[in-house]
């Protein structure tokens, strides 16, 4: 499969967009001779566009590779315990509330939890389920 984007929903665009507008606006309004301020902006800046640029996902032969910005995460398949729709907003690998959450085996539910949130999430789950030989069944939302 394909390297998927992840959704963006209209909230979280908006929010990266904006704060990276601030963060211009104060630059440019600052006098020339304070730096500090273009110092500290140019990060956060770079950090909000890889963040919203870099977030991804890719079945590959034998892990869910995901990325989010600097975050990298590798899933094997076999260590999936469960797989399910949902809109919880724990932070995670996704920039829009339709998820899909990965639970793994032998992980605690913070530790073991994934969240991901795929273009045509549905497409991307069933694929994903093939994949998985260890799934626990358990109802989608």
Known sequence: MQRVRSAVDIWCGSLIWLTILILIISVVVVPIDSLFLFIAASPIM?????????????????YLYSQSGPFRERIAYDKIKTLKLTSNMLSSMALSRQRIEIRQHGKGYFTGTTMISPINREDFLSELQKRCANLEMESQK
Do not use: A, K, V
Request: hydrophobic residues 55%; aromatic residues 36%.
């Open 46 to 62: 770079i950090f909000l566009l890889w963040i919203y640029f870099g977030t991804w996902y890719e079945l590959r032969d034998n």
